[in-house]
């Protein structure tokens, strides 16, 4: 068994894996005549093949309700995707492996506590945004650009928590 001792995270220590976003360690300059400090190019996002480009998006969803009905999932194999609620909105995350189809034995469902976003793996099948409560406002981060990256996979789900 493989055992580890989380260390502090630090730039240098996660620079081989990735970007560590922190603004307390970036050096930011005004804008907006001194009344915004921006922490600039804090990330570096990254995007497969050719003419492949981030696109950064705002979605409103209207809250479902309980138990939630599924008809199918979906997956983009040529981006991930990213969910970050922009108010403290709960929302319902139903996820299965990637591959050509879903097996239902390997679906999963969650919640998150309003503060929590996900970022689904490129080929990561899940269910369409539904949010609970009240309206949603969630900023999203996933692939543009050619190629086809949106596939549906027919599949009666119902999830209650």
Same mark, same amino acid.
């Given at each position: 068994?493989?055992?580890? /001792? ?5 730039? =240098? ?9 922190? %603004? %307390? =360690?970036? !050096?930011?300059?005004? /804008?907006?005549? +001194?009344?915004?400090? %921006?922490?600039?190019? $804090?990330?570096?996002? &990254? ?10 998006? $705002? ?6 309700? *309980?138990?939630?009905? $599924?008809? #199918? *999932? ?20 139903v996820v299965a492996p990637p591959g050509d189809a ?10 998150? =506590? ?8 490129? +080929?990561t099948w899940h269910a369409i945004h539904s949010v ?6 969630? #900023?999203?981060? !996933? ?7 949106? !596939?549906?996979?027919? #599949? &009666? ?5």
């Amino acid at each position: 068994m493989l055992e580890l /001792i989380a260390q502090p995270l630090t730039a =240098d220590a996660f620079a081989p894996f990735g970007d560590v976003i922190d %603004r %307390r =360690d970036a !050096d930011g300059f005004p /804008i907006n005549n +001194g009344r915004t400090q %921006r922490y600039h190019d $804090l990330a570096r996002i &990254e995007t497969l093949g050719e003419g492949a480009r981030p696109l950064i998006s $705002l979605f409103v969803s209207q809250p479902v309700a *309980l138990p939630l009905s $599924l008809a #199918l *999932l979906e997956r983009h194999p040529l981006g991930s995707q990213a969910f970050m609620p922009l108010h403290g909105e709960r929302f319902i995350v139903v996820v299965a492996p990637p591959g050509d189809a879903v097996d239902p034995a390997q679906v999963r469902a969650f919640v998150t =506590d309003g503060h929590q976003g996900v970022n689904y793996r490129a +080929g990561t099948w899940h269910a369409i945004h539904s949010v609970l409560e009240r309206e949603g406002e969630f #900023l999203v981060v !996933d692939r543009g650009g050619p190629g086809d990256n949106c !596939d549906e996979y027919p #599949l &009666e789900i119902s999830v209650s928590l």
